[in-house]
């Protein structure tokens, strides 16, 4: 179970060595202003277009691993080290710079909407039931369950028209199974005879779009996204992939992720409405695919690249470097 933890928090905590330069470059953003959250020196932060904001941590170390923006208040999910282990983990609700809500202890959070007055957050906790980590909605400092098996995971939550929809998988044995629950109501979206992941979720005039990849019969993962239940591949399923974020402008569906080639390095791509474009070539650029958004039609997406002598973090806008920053990790991306 230890493993399992260490996992979830790479992607909380995800101190990738990298913080911020003096670097003056500009992110052009024309109406929209742009969020980016993660750590500047080790220490939770996020910048708005090219402004740096350190967030509230009582002298400790951590990150800010996703952002949202709602009705010009700034939220950030997060945690800071209890100590230099990296094992004792406090997770917060930071609002416009300010701790706003300690999540529960025992509680490893993966997603947050916020709706109002109410916050919602997806993630795991220790269920002594079963023995084991089992996905958890918190809301408003109650946690619950979406099933009463114990074996599902969550992976992304959004809201829409105040309905709560979040997207995960259950374990059945050795199977697995790709899903999404509203309000308390599960779909299945794959029938657990093979490996599946599910990344993101949103909704679009009523539509529900879940992104992540399930294994073909030679065991090849294929990136695609779900609409309302119906797949549609966006691999050929000759090398690992799966999608990430998706969103949707003038009636056309952009959906990012990673294709692995025969070396191994994973290829950061979109598609649009099927048709696949190439951002980077996997030698240097290593992103952070259940974020993305479109500024001024182009695909915008965070990461981190290794090919310089200490490793930094990167603003991509269509495969272009905009930003770069040392001693930085970015984890999350929005606009508003």
Known sequence: MKKLKSIL???????SFLSCSNDEDDINTAQKDVYVCGHENYFPAYWKNNTVNQLENNGKIGSASSIKVFNN??????????DTSGDDISYYIWKNNSIFITLNEGFIPQDFAVDGDDIYVIGLAYNPQFGHYQGKLWKNGVLSNLTSTGKESFTSITIANHD????????????SYAAY???????LLTDGTKDCYVNTIEVFENNVYVTGSEKNPSNVS???????????SLTNGNYDATAG???????????????FNSAGDGILKYWKNGAETILTNGTYYHPVINSMEIINNKITSIGYSDDYANTASLFQYDGVSLLTKFNCGFNDLCIN
């Open 222 to 232: 294929v990136a695609k996204y779900w609409k309302n239940g119906v797949p549609t």
């Open 9 to 15: 928090l790479l992607s909380i905590i995800s101190i």
């Open 73 to 82: 208040d700034v939220f950030c999910l997060g945690g800071l080290n209890n």
């Open 181 to 187: 629950w509203k309000n308390n109501t599960q779909t």
């Open 164 to 175: 709560v929809y979040v997207a995960g998988f259950i374990y059945e044995g050795n199977n």
């Open 245 to 259: 974020a998706i969103r949707f402008k003038n009636n056309d569906i952009y959906v990012n992720g990673v294709e």
